[in-house]
């Protein structure tokens, strides 16, 4: 019975294949149209939505192609000692060279989006099989977790979708869902497909023919790498993409470890026989699992517990959860599914069988824990959803049934067809993606004007420099320049409210030529940018004199150069 339910064919290997990459092929259909709209007066930034953190990790390629190892955010003047953090985009960085180095990059991005949503497509159907016996389930529950969604679609229809100060979850959390990583954000994609592999090698190591595939001796005697060795070099994987994940992994299996305990001391309770030493193998293997992946968690809690600018960047990089209302718009549905899919898969295997369940019930905990990116520790909830309210449709793989369950599986049946409901939000995603491709604007556009100067200001200063402009100006900057700006983005630029009202004073003509020499001073500011935004700040105009030295000039952008005090 337990075999039947983690095995994979390659029957099955092959669809799964084939689905993700169809899939993740019309994903990439607004980039194309973005492309193909752009034209020769405007150039496509490569994003459909999130444009602003879109910049931010074409920043970080960029940062990567000019020789960093380590990350600094080009968003702040405030000093850096540098951090192994985002990594992946550093390293894909160092594939690009001038000319073109833009587009390569932003090509780079989207075969790494496309490469990370396969292998977390294959790793989620790799988990869903621990749980689900029949293959038409397995591929039912692959297309909930890569296009479901809540509810949000219907606030949508009603005009309610700002309900309680927020759009609807699907709309703007990747970790609450699926769709919406799949579309943009391939570092959470990579993180979560080997968070899903390493549950998995550590779910299914307690079988005699997993053992032997992961863990100890064949019969032969040839040793083996261990699960929890595997899961933990996974764990660290995910951690070089996304660190919080490995913590949220962490927890859910402490979660497990904690629950099965509980049941098997109540099942001694009622004189039953428990194997013990069972679970004592399994946790040695968490435990092992934890162990290895520890250093990337130990060193990114330390560098951002002791480093000034990520102390900094960590108080202001709140992203709190939503109402508890706008989470039961997003899971009520599958969850009504998901009681009795929890009865299943206990019934089936309590020991893998209370995984799932003990993610889901954490998810008010983790939603609403005390800390100030909450909302992102949901990260991959949906699976474990979608694996419950799908196993309630398939029912149970062995006979014992009471009347009522059998009774509930048939009525879960006769409704599963709403599932179709959860695809909606999803295809309102898309459809917006393709709407704003065809709308040739900021942001997601920018005029080839700009763009020169952009491409003038990549081929003139040295890398880390740092440039003065508006917010929105330096959003842009440092995805095609490799230099820092004082302003450009709400987390990294540490000190945000404080430095917005200094930027402001800099192009305001009420400003005196001492003062404005001391923002420069104190900035260490080597460029000035000129350009719309910058003229919308204030009427003061940078010229040849004060010891700016004017490099480039289109009409609508100038670049000044701070001369040596």
Known sequence: MDSKLTKVTLIER?????????????????????????????QFTGFVFGVEDGNSYIAKMLSGASGNWLFFSPYTAFPQQGVIAF???????KLSSAPGQHEQLVVLFHLFRIFAGILSICATYDFLAIYLAKVKSRRLGVLLACLGGGFGWLLVLIGQNQLLGTLPLEFYSPESFGFLAFFGLPHLLLARAFLLWGFRILLVGDDPESRIRFGGKDQGGRKFISSGVIAGILFFAAGLAQPLTVVIGWALLFAHSGGL???LQHQKSKNKLVNTNKFWIYFKSVLLAIGVSSPIVIYTTLTFSLDP??????????ILSPHPIHYLLAYGLLLIFAVGGAYFVLLDNPWRGWFPVIWVLLLPVLAYAPYNLQRRLPEGVWVAVVVLAVKAVEGPVCDVLTRFWARMNQLYRRFAPVFIFMIFSSLILFAGGLR??????????RSSVEVDALNFLNSYTQSGKIVISAYESGNVIPAWAPVRVVVGHGPESVKLLAFIPIVNSFYDVKTSRLDRLEIIQQLNIKYIF????????????????????????????????????
């Open 87 to 93: 990594l992946p985009y550093i390293l894909l960085g």
């Open 436 to 445: 704003a491709a065809f709308a040739v604007q900021e942001p997601l556009f």
């Open 14 to 42: 092959r669809w799964v294949f084939s689905f993700a990459l169809f899939f993740m092929l019309i994903t990439t259909l607004p980039y194309i149209l973005g492309y193909a709209k752009a034209g020769t007066d405007w």
């Open 530 to 565: 000129w350009g719309p935004e910058e003229r919308e700040l204030g009427d003061w105009k940078p010229e040849d004199r004060d010891n700016f030295r004017e490099i480039f000039n289109n009409g609508d952008y100038l670049i000044f150069e701070v001369q040596e005090y």
């Open 261 to 263: 305990f509980l049941w």
């Open 309 to 318: 600018f990520l102390k900094e960047w960590t108080a202001q990089n709140i």
